[in-house]
């Protein structure tokens, strides 16, 4: 299969990107090239696709089900409450409507944390995205739960080969506060053994910084480093209450972070993550916009836009990330955390790419596209996503649209119905 793009702005410049078996193939003036299907892009800006490292995506059915709450009474008293009450229909139906909403976003690959995987493997599939899927681990300290989970994810580990190529096995503990030490040096050694990614909340909250040291001497990252959690295959979510000697530990192991600045501000974690320090330690730092019930939406472009204001407010520096690092954040870095070769228009590259249409208000005049991408458009902007050289989107309509929006109304109706 060949998908030939003719007249993108790549770079600034007009050019054509010819896209071969999954991959970018060619990028410049192709006058002789034929392809299996043309698309004429001519005011339309090409741009890689963007990557949500942090996630959960069926939670689209809890979408405006329990805001303006605190982060732990949230948790205890709404999410874990109507979790419980979830299917695997549920969750392929919700993950569908969260594949729909990052497709119409130009967001083609997300890292995904939540129950019954199974209903998400087959959302993704069949919506044609990339993932990372995880088996949630919560154990609280119970040790015949903590052995059931161990096996289910031996058997998820298992089944993936037989999983579209495009979905990725990762080990899923939930945070420190939730799984046990035993589960969690569990997690160290069958990550180690077997070559998986590690995705985990850590330092989200002060509390949990408190209550770590109360519980193990240590804060959370010394932790995770002393159970062996701390390696080049581990993806943290927020990050936001890690000290100097803490980051140290963090660039030196090659630990990954997922930033959710919209999550963060929504749920009042009362800190900013210390993007500078991150980075001034070489730390890679991505992007996710964690799940609808805690942001409300998946929109990375908005999530570009928190980023970057949250820096700027939190540390009075006007400079501390700007919109073309925020970008980055969206799209190389995360394909890099995932140790995937995308993320950019290169030729070799994963065929995964957005265009952009130039002829709107909020893009107009058009002086700096980075800047129009973080601070003044919308995901509305975004007319066409290509993933895997296949078109998901064009003209900003995903075909079966409208049945996965009715689904999405129908199945969250139990939710609904018990919403304050």
């Given at each position: 299969m060949s998908l030939l793009i003719r007249n993108a702005a790549v770079n600034g410049t007009t050019q054509d990107i010819y896209l071969k078996e999954g991959l970018i193939s060619k990028i410049g003036t192709l006058q002789s090239f034929d392809a299996d299907e043309v698309l004429d892009a001519q005011g339309k800006i090409a741009l890689p696709s963007f990557f949500n490292t942090h996630t959960h995506a069926a939670m689209t059915l809890l979408r405006g089900y329990a805001d303006d709450m605190f982060l732990q009474e949230w948790l205890e008293k709404k999410i874990w409450p109507a979790e419980a009450r979830l299917s695997e229909e549920d969750v392929y139906w919700g993950a569908r409507l969260a594949c729909l909403e990052m497709i119409k976003?130009?967001?083609?690959?997300?890292?995904?944390?939540y129950w019954f995987w199974q209903g998400t493997a087959r959302a993704v599939t069949e919506m044609g995205l990339r993932a990372a899927l995880s088996i949630v681990m919560i154990d609280m300290g119970d040790t015949l739960k903590a052995r059931e989970q161990f096996r289910l994810n031996e058997e998820f580990l298992a089944m993936s080969t037989t999983l579209d190529p495009?979905?990725?096995?990762?080990?899923?503990?939930?945070?420190?506060?939730?799984v046990s030490e035993e589960s969690l040096r569990w997690c160290a050694d069958f990550s180690e053994k077997n070559s998986l990614m590690v995705h985990i909340h850590l330092s989200e909250t002060e509390k949990e910084v408190i209550d770590c040291l109360n519980a193990h001497g240590k804060r959370p990252v010394e932790y995770l480093h002393s159970l062996g959690l701390l390696t080049p295959r581990t993806i943290i979510a927020h990050a936001v209450w890690v000290n100097d000697y803490e980051i140290s530990l963090m660039s030196e192991h090659g630990v990954k972070v997922a930033h959710n600045p919209v999550s963060n501000m929504k749920l009042a974690v009362g800190s900013a993550m210390?993007?500078?320090?991150?980075?001034?330690?070489?730390?890679?730092?991505?992007?996710?916009?964690?799940?609808?019930s805690s942001n409300n939406n998946l929109d990375m472009m908005e999530s570009m836009k928190f980023a970057c204001l949250l820096q700027k407010f939190h540390s009075s520096d006007c400079c501390i990330l700007p919109a073309k690092e925020a970008f980055t954040m969206a799209t190389e870095s995360g394909a890099k955390a995932f140790g995937l070769k995308a993320g950019v228009l290169d030729e070799g590259s994963l065929g995964d790419l957005i265009l952009l249409d130039d002829h709107r208000a909020d893009m107009t005049p058009g002086h700096n596209i980075f800047s129009d991408i973080a601070y003044s458009a919308s995901s509305a902007a975004v007319d066409?996503?290509?993933?895997d050289g296949k078109i998901l989107?064009?003209?900003?309509?995903?075909?079966g649209e409208d049945e996965i929006i009715s689904k999405g109304k129908e199945y969250s109706r139990k939710f609904r119905l018990s919403s304050p």
């Open positions: 976003s130009g967001t083609t690959f997300f890292n995904d944390m495009k979905i990725l096995c990762v080990l899923g503990p939930h945070a420190i506060y939730t210390p993007y500078g320090k991150l980075k001034k330690a070489g730390v890679t730092v991505s992007l996710g916009t964690d799940g609808c066409t996503v290509v993933c989107m064009r003209d900003g309509i995903v075909p």
